[in-house]
């Protein structure tokens, strides 16, 4: 059985990446499933005099603790003025004080989606490239208009789109 644990890197309570990771987290068969939800890690901004001051928040340890307990990490990207949202820039700045590794060199599957027609591909770009050079990072997927592609039932319902997702997915799988 593999641990999987699934975040939209969001703070909106109603959050569509969080929806998304989750979807796609419960998708995979034979694994243990942790939905964490940022809003349950705000921290301070991070600084490096806050760090020497305070050192490493107990929500950043906690968050870090959920990467070791994984065996692969699904993380869903919402947009914010084409870059991370503050949130999820705020925690990984935090957990990547620890252990100069903040993912673990876990497999992650980096998706994002928004309503538009680009479906956050600028912040997902991003991510593969920052996350690329440190980590695993064997699969990565953006969905498009959200609300016309996806339905929390059926999935993506868009025939294309959904192809080329269940092929990310398969090459994440694989590497767990």
Known sequence: MKNILAFGAS???KSINKAFASYVAKGITNSEIRILDLNDFEMPI???DRENDDGIPTKAKEFKQHIRWA???IVSFAEHNGAYSVAFKNVFDWVSRM???AWEEKPMFLLAT???ARGAQT???IAVAKFSRSTNVPAYFSLPSFRENFDNNKGIINQELNIEFKEQLSMFIASL
């Open 11 to 13: 703070s909106s309570k």
């Open 46 to 48: 991070y600084s490096i």
């Open 71 to 73: 065996d692969g990490i």
């Open 99 to 101: 252990d100069n590794e």
């Open 114 to 116: 928004s309503p538009g």
């Open 123 to 125: 912040v997902l770009d």
